[in-house]
Every structure is written in C-alpha cells, then in structure tokens.
C-alpha cells in the first residue's frame, strides 16, 4: 500500500472517530410545560465520558431568524456526561445537573447543542418550527415530553427525566443491556413500568392544631409536584376561615394571621401552577381551635428568693417563646421552644430573671407583640372585676367558670375602674351642693332686706 492510500485511510479514520465523539450526544427528551417541570435531557450513547466544558444551547422561535442563546457555556463549565448517562437542564428538577430559572421553552421552538469549537452537536425543532435538523418533533401537551426512540423518531409520552424513556426507544433499554449484563429484560420492563408512573401534585398546611385570641398564628405550606420535588413556582390561594384570605405567588413564604374570637377554623390553601390558571392542582385543610390565652403570674416568691412562678390553666400547651416579663426597669423575654403544659406551671429562679422583690408591684407578662397578659399588683381583684376582663378577651362571659379565675388575678388597667374620674366628679358634686348652699342663704338675706325698706311709717 502507498504512502498516499494509508494518508488517505488515517484521514477518514480520524473523521469517523471525530464524527463518532460527535454524534454521541443526542438531546433525548424534552418537556415544555407546565413550566416549573420544563426541561432538556441529554444522554450519552457513546462508550465513554464526554466533557461538557465549552458546550452551549441556543434556541430559535417559531417566527425567528436567528439563535439566541439559551443556556451559556458557564453553565457547563467542568461538567461531563459519562457513557450511557443522562445529562438533565431544568428549572427546578431535583437531581438536575443544571439548574436555570429562567428556562425558556415554547410551542414550535428550534434548539442545537453546541460544542467548545461551535459546532452543532445536535439540534431538535417540534410543531410547525421551519428549522428541525430534520423531522420536526409534535408539540407536546401540558404534563407531556417530546421522546426520542429507537429509531431516531420522536413520540409524545409521559415524562421520565434523567431516566430511560418510556418509548423504549433511542439509547434506552439495549445500553441498559449492555451497561449491566445483569438486568435482563423482565427487569428493564418492570423498570420502565415504575418511571411511568406520575406522583400526584400535594400541598400540606404547615402550622399549630391551636391558636390563641389575639395572638399571631404562623402559617406556611410545603408543596411538591409531579416527580415528588419541593417547589416554590406557583401561586396559592389562602382561605383562613374567619373571612380573611391570602394569595400568594412563587416563593411561598411563612406568614401570620390573628384570630380575635375563639372557636373552630377551618383553614384551607390551594395550589395552581401558575397565577393565570383558574383550576387548582391539589388543595388541603386544616382545623385550628382558637382559644383565650390563661397563662397568669400565679405565684412570687420573697427577698430571699424571689421566684416567679407561670401557670397554664388550659387544657392545652401554651408556647410562650418571645414572651415578656417585664417591671419599671426590668425585663426578661421567654427564649424559643419555652411550653407551660396543660394545666402545668413553670417557676423562674431570680438567677435566670433577675427581678427582685423591688419588682412584684409592678410585674407584668406580656405578648411579643408587647399586649398586656396579666399584670402582678399588690391588690387583690374581686372576680366580678377579672370575669369582666377576661370577657373582654372574646369569652362569652356565661362560658367562664369563676374557678378557672385565680384568687390574684390582676386585670389589665382597661379593665380596673379609674379612680382619678371618681375623685374628679366627687369633688364636682360637693362644689355644686356648696355654690347651691351659698346661693340660697344670700337670696334669703336679699328678700329679707327687701321687705325691710318698704316699712309703712304712721304719722
């Protein structure tokens, strides 16, 4: 063989090689809506690694001229894609090896895959797009994939990101053959049988079986779509059950909600993937039972020890976190996760507080929201005093049971009568009688003198 013959045979070697590396990988599903699912899955049908460095995705519409870029080479900086693997772009996937939030798909839309020296990899139009590299792939409909198949067509199905194509096609069940010898084809079925089937879309209220009257409530959800994956694409409607609602849209984040009468709620939330959309996804209830706050200063202790001592007189465990105890000058909050069981107190050492017994005639609890709980006077309140006050919470006051009301229980000052009004129109009262006693004793001396001047004098 010449020297011309065996250049000419190493040159067509090395372009088969070269056109082998190339046509190793192949766009293999793609999925357009809903748009939170979107995504593009490339897989290796080649026998070894590819580096991705350098690589790039551009896309077209179906009335442009021209590629714009859709996800940048950045993207793929250090990645690679090993031989019979799949490589998964989506906007909130889990195992997603990119992850892009703005993730652009539409109907009849071009896309090609370029290499480090900028040539088309491989490239995939669906719908009426004019430029498919090819046979255009259909448009798929919402919750479906476009799915290529063994025989380099392209079917419309179920999803099944980053795992073998429920068409059994393209470089699915024989790589998974050849890749381990092991599986045989009663096992790739049952495979396959598993990847199709759709998780419905769940949402699940995240908050306290209990609320109290007048303070904040904490609400948030967790919502997960059809893979099973955590997102925060959407919109959620709120209904808390006392007239109040929320909508919120992407980034569902926790929020709070007071009831101010006690009673049953029933709160409910709805999920729609996207805020254009009037039919919601999943939706979920949740009761809560608001009731009156009956945690008081039960007890103090002496100048020796003044102990502070919490009582919880509910049938239900009363979380104080962020709560204060308070007195002119000094105050002490509740750190987080602090609970008075049911029924149960708490005492506060003067270690930990640091009030003394300077502080009893003026100690108080209040919320975290700084509202008055119970105040610590050194009188006594009858309890025609405190059920008023506690009515005056939201209780019914023929729903409270006088032994329910501690001995010292102190009303909140709105409550106490305001003796500086009593002194006031007292002292009114006794001015008035005393301007009306003068006044009448001097029209007495005035008629008197009257009569006096008007004497008939005899001559």
């Excluded at 790739?188 to 908050?207: A, D, F, G, Y």
Aim: some cysteine; glycine content about 8%; overall charge neutral.
């Amino acid at each position: 063989m010449n020297k011309k013959a065996i250049l000419i045979l190493v040159i067509l070697g090395f372009l088969f090689c070269f056109r082998a590396v190339r046509a190793s990988v192949v766009i293999n599903e793609v999925e357009l809506a809903p748009t939170d699912n979107r995504f593009i899955e490339l897989y290796n049908s080649g026998s070894s690694s590819v580096s991705l460095t350098g690589w790039y995705i551009q896309r077209k519409t179906a009335t442009g001229s021209d590629f714009g870029s859709l996800v940048s080479s950045t993207n793929f900086e250090n990645k690679t894609i090993g031989a019979g693997s799949y490589f998964l772009i989506s906007r909130s996937l889990p195992n997603s090896d990119i992850l892009l939030g703005s993730f652009t798909l539409t109907e009849s839309n071009t896309i090609q895959i370029k290499n480090s020296e900028g040539a088309v990899v491989a490239k995939l139009g669906w719908g009426s797009s004019a430029d498919c590299g090819g046979v255009c792939a259909p448009n798929p409909s919402d919750g479906q994939s476009i799915q290529k198949t063994s025989d380099d067509a392209w079917v419309v199905a179920a999803p099944t990101p980053g795992r073998v194509n429920q068409t059994s096609g393209g470089s699915d069940s024989d790589d998974v053959n050849n890749n381990d010898p092991t599986v045989s084809g009663t096992n790739i079925t049952q495979t396959k049988t598993e990847i199709i089937k759709e998780v419905p879309i769940k949402i699940k209220i995240l908050t306290s079986p209990t609320a109290y009257i007048g303070q904040p409530a904490e609400f948030g959800t967790d919502v997960f779509g059809r893979y099973g994956e955590p997102t925060r694409y959407g919109k959620i409607f709120w209904n808390l059950g006392d007239g109040a609602s929320l909508e919120q849209t992407n980034r569902f984040e926790k929020f709070k909600h007071t009831y101010f009468y006690p009673g049953t709620y029933k709160v409910s939330a709805e999920y729609y993937e996207s805020s254009f959309l009037e039919s919601p996804k999943a939706s979920s209830t949740f009761l809560v039972s608001v009731v009156p706050l009956s945690v008081f200063i039960s007890r103090v202790g002496n100048a020796t020890d003044f102990f502070v001592e919490l009582s919880n007189n509910s049938k239900q465990p009363v979380n104080i976190s962020g709560f204060v105890l308070s007195s002119l000058v000094k105050s002490f909050i509740f750190p987080k996760n602090t609970e008075i069981t049911s029924n149960g107190k708490i005492i506060l050492s003067p270690e930990v507080t640091g009030f003394g017994v300077e502080d009893k005639g003026s100690l108080k609890l209040l919320t975290p929201n700084g509202k008055l709980v119970y105040s610590f006077g050194t009188q006594k309140s009858n309890r025609s005093l405190a059920t008023s006050s506690l009515a005056s919470t939201g209780t019914p006051v023929e729903d409270l049971k006088l032994n329910d009301i501690p001995e010292d229980f102190t009303p909140s000052s709105e409550a106490k009568p305001r003796a500086g009004y009593l002194y006031f129109w007292g002292f009114a009262l006794l001015l008035l009688a005393s301007v009306g006693v003068v006044y009448y004793i001097r029209r007495k001396k005035i008629i008197k003198k009257l009569g006096d001047d008007f004497k008939i004098i005899d001559e």
